[in-house]
């Protein structure tokens, strides 16, 4: 299959482009297009036999399910058994925008969109291009994030096309995503709403509307027998080809333990901020953004990673970037990136 490309000039975008893309997916076909969080890989969420061709196409577990898409709150009613009195408040505050809810699922889903649950995730994405394709492709689309499963998510078209080429027909090109992490899940199913992954809508912000709001003990519990709810979160992620390990500790330590460990590699490289930039003396440093500005880390996070990858380095050893707001997420990535290997280097002298 020849995988065209079609570049979307966002002041004056050119319908015959959606239109084409639409015609892709109400004909069950997928498409790869641009939201504010990352890259998503397309299908109409109604069509069960569209739905698989997504796992095909990424090779993604049959258990994961995907997030349907829409671009109109009227949409929902259609898809879930009941809108929550919460999904209706957290909308009219982030909706459109970086968060999906987990709701429970009407008949008209197929249990193959839902990895066979009976609950379905609904995102409503901001990115214009998004809800145009959306409106296009008759509503609902499902899209998980469009690079081959494990590799990390994609921020640019030359991303999806590393990973898609010769498996699907378009990638539409919105240029670079706004935020580079996928979507906060906020799971309405429990007694207490419970955040199933951080993003960039922080648990503070889901709380400011809910009141009580916990996140997912899978997530924050050392003990690996206590599992993420959202199937996703299992599977190790955004993997580097090489190892990655997290260094933390006072930064002093950290920029002498990290220094020490390159120099014994041959190709070493260092995921460092601009304000340690110049004290790293060996390897490949890519600086993420300064410490000062969360959203440039944020966003530089994944193409650091699939750029390593292009270095071939040997190991990979990277600054921490705990911080109470979206410092949670983009720890969250780091860690699953580096399947959970950290060196606290704290007590080192
Ligand atoms: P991605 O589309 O790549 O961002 O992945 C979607 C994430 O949403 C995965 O971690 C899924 O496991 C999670 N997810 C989707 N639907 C559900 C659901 N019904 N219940 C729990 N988690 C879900
Ligand atoms: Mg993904």
Redesign the pocket.
Known sequence: MVTEVIKIDRDHPDMSAFEKAGRILKEGGLVAFPTETVYGLGADALDEEASRKIYEAKGRPSD????VHIARMEDLEKIVKKVPEEAVKLAQRYWPGPM?L?MEKSECVPYGT??G?D???VRMPSDPVARELILQGGGYVA???ANTSGRP?PTTARHVYEDMEGKIPLILDGGPVEIGL??T?V?LTERIPTI??PGYITLEMVREVLGEVQMDKGLISSDSSVRP?????KYRHYAPKADLKIVEGPMEKVIAYINEKASEKERPGIICTEETRSRYLYGDVKCIGSRTDENAIASHLFAILREFDEDGVDAIYSESFESPGLGQAIMNRLLKAAGHQRVDVSQKV
């Open positions: 994961n399910p995907l997030i999906t987990i839902t990895g649950l609950t379905v995730a899209a998980p994030s998510s996928e979507s899940i799971d199933l992954r709810k959202a199937p996703g979160m």
